[in-house]
C-alpha cells in the first residue's frame, strides 16, 4: 500500500514560518506531480502549490512570494516551506501525489491525512 504523511503543523504568530512535509511510503515505482492543498473551514479545497516530477513549480496567488514547494525524490519527501504566515493562511493542509505503484501501469491519486497550521496572535 501507498500512504503519505504530512507533518510540521503548529500554531505560529503572524510574520512567521513552518516547514510541512510530506513522506511518502510503500511500494512506489514513481511519484509524479505532488500538490499541496489546504482547506480552511466552511470553504473548499484549494489547490496552495505543486510540483512535477522535475523542479517546475506552480503557486497560488495568494502565497506566491511566500511559499516554497520542493521535493527530494530520493527520500521521497515533498517540502512546503511557508513565511511571512498571515492568519488567512489558517486550514488543514493536506499533501496529494500522483503514484505509479510497483506493478501498476497508472497513476493513482493518494490524499495524506491533513496537518493543522494555524496563524494568530
Known amino acids: 500500500q501507498v500512504q503519505l504523511v504530512e507533518s510540521g503543523g503548529g500554531l505560529v504568530q503572524p510574520g512567521g514560518s513552518l516547514r510541512l512535509s510530506c513522506a511518502a511510503s510503500g511500494s512506489i515505482f514513481s511519484i509524479n506531480v505532488v500538490g499541496w492543498y489546504r482547506q480552511a473551514p466552511g470553504k473548499q479545497r484549494e489547490l496552495v502549490a505543486a510540483?512535477?516530477?522535475?523542479?517546475?513549480?506552480n503557486y497560488a496567488d495568494s502565497v506566491k512570494g511566500r511559499f516554497t514547494i520542493s521535493r527530494d525524490n530520493a527520500k521521497n519527501t515533498v517540502y512546503l516551506q511557508m513565511n511571512s504566515l498571515k492568519p488567512e493562511d489558517t486550514a488543514v493542509y493536506y499533501c496529494?501525489?500522483?503514484?505509479?505503484?510497483?506493478?501498476?501501469?497508472?497513476?493513482?491519486?493518494?490524499w495524506g491525512q491533513g496537518t493543522q497550521v494555524t496563524v494568530s496572535s
Open positions: 510540483i512535477t516530477s522535475g523542479i517546475s513549480t
Open positions: 496529494n501525489a500522483a503514484v505509479t505503484p510497483v506493478g501498476s501501469r497508472r497513476q493513482y491519486n493518494y
